[in-house]
Every structure is written in C-alpha cells, then in structure tokens.
C-alpha cells in the first residue's frame, strides 16, 4: 500500500514562498493524476491543483498564477511550489491521488502571517 509524506511547510510572511513536497513509498506512476489538496480550520478540504502523466495541469482559480504543481515520477515525488503567499492560504496541505485513491497522509501546515 502505497503511503505519502508531505513536507516543507512552514510560518511565512504574506508574500513569502515554499516548496511542497509529497515523497511516495512506491510508484506513482499507476495514478496518472496526481493532486494537491489544502483543508483551512473549519473548512472542508479542497483540492488545489492536478497534474497528470502527461502534464495536463489545473489549479483552482484562488491560486493560478502564484502555485505550480509538478511531479517526478522516477523520485515517486510531486511538488508544490507556493508563491505570493496570502493569509488565506494557510492550511494543512495533502497530496493524493485524483480522484482521492490512496491512503492520506499527515499534511504539511503552511500557516501564513505577519
């Protein structure tokens, strides 16, 4: 069963940036969408954005332009590089297959403020 460690969130001033992590144990190739969902206190999860094996991407409209997703098949690794970071992005971040597949892992909180 294959199980997800996010990493590489953290306290950030409005503007900052982060680079997201999700590290597999095994193979993410046979998911060929791959995903990033965010789930704000009191909010339910939502997902963020998708890239695909063949690099077909999508990002919810609140982040385009500032968030890039990609993904290392051969590391069993997909990224999340966060730019101009704003307070309503902070949230615990997931990454998982799309649909949602495999089993969640314990996020990575990004928590933005001055």
Excluded: H
């Amino acid at each position: 069963q294959v199980q997800l460690v996010e990493s590489g969130g953290g306290l950030v001033q409005p503007g900052g940036s982060l680079r997201l992590s999700c590290a597999a144990s095994a193979s993410i190739f046979s998911f060929n969408i791959m995903a990033w969902y965010r789930q704000a206190p009191g909010k339910q999860r939502e997902l963020v954005a998708f890239i695909s094996n063949s690099g077909f991407i999508n990002y919810v409209d609140s982040v385009k332009g500032r968030f890039t997703i990609s993904r290392d098949n051969a590391k069993n690794t997909v990224y999340l590089q966060v730019n101009s970071l704003k307070p309503e992005d902070t949230a615990v971040y997931y990454c998982n297959s799309y649909p949602t597949g495999i089993s969640w892992g314990q996020g990575t909180q990004v928590t933005v403020s001055s």
